[in-house]
């Protein structure tokens, strides 16, 4: 089963080696038609501590890596010409 990868806005790095990610989804409701945005906070881990409030990154699922961590940030690789 292929892990799931979100994007989102770096909120907190308050604690060591850890990132708070918000997530803004936008889906139509199915009785109204009124497109909603929802929003949800998924705790990262951030080997290296490179990332700051206000980034925009992309998270992967993984193994468990503490009580509240299940996903990690996923570092891109620059393309080399």
């Known amino acids: 089963m292929p892990k799931r990868i979100l994007q989102g806005t ?18 139509k ?22 990332f700051n409030v206000g980034d925009s990154v992309r998270i992967i699922e993984c193994a468990p890596k503490s009580k509240t961590k299940r996903w990690e940030v996923l570092v891109d690789q620059p393309a080399e010409a």
């Open 10 to 27: 770096v909120t907190s790095t308050a604690n060591k080696q850890t990132v708070t990610v918000q997530v803004v989804r936008r889906f």
């Open 29 to 50: 409701h199915p009785v109204l038609q009124k497109t909603i945005k929802k929003s949800k906070k998924y705790r990262a881990h951030d080997e290296h501590e490179q």
